[in-house]
């Protein structure tokens, strides 16, 4: 299997991001930049390099600057050591580096289309309330499961 570079496996994911956020597909970005989907895909995950004119037209179509494709980008990555293929568990890298993509909640589908959903209610007392609702059940959440691992501890 071809290996990727950090780079570009760190450009792709913020591509994909992106467009996830906007509710854009491959497809129509792919229209929008005279690409077909699959060369979107390969972009995406990093097995193909965007040159720097394509990065341009990306980052137009996208609305953000070039610059965006390269925030958040791990210190690991500039080491320039390309990585092989996919994790156990879909990620990219060993475990426990920025690459671990599946980890990464930031990037799930289902986060950007909850945060994209969230930002389409205009009331933004009824917005408030929600966001208050989602941090409560959540931490409830988490207490519950804390609770239950102290539990069983203490059975130990």
Do not use: C, W
Not at 96 to 118: C, H, M, N, S, W
């Amino acid at each position: 299997m071809a290996k990727s570079h950090p780079v570009d496996v760190h450009v792709g994911a913020r591509m994909r991001q992106r467009r996830t956020l906007l509710g854009m597909s491959q497809e129509k970005l792919g229209t929008a930049v005279g690409l077909t989907f699959q060369q979107i895909q390969k972009y995406e995950r990093g097995s193909n390099r965007i040159g720097s004119s394509r990065l341009f037209e990306f980052a137009k179509v996208l609305d953000v600057p070039v610059s965006y494709f390269f925030d958040e980008m791990p210190s690991n990555a500039l080491s320039g050591r390309p990585m092989s293929g996919r994790g156990k568990k879909g990620g990219f890298g060993e475990a426990g580096t920025p690459f671990e993509q599946e980890k990464d909640p930031l990037i799930k589908r289902e986060t950007l289309e909850l945060v994209r959903a969230y930002y389409k209610i205009r009331e933004s007392k009824v917005r408030k309330r929600i966001f208050e609702m989602v941090k409560a059940v959540g931490a409830a959440s988490h207490a519950e499961t804390v609770g239950s691992r102290k539990g069983a501890k203490a059975r130990d």
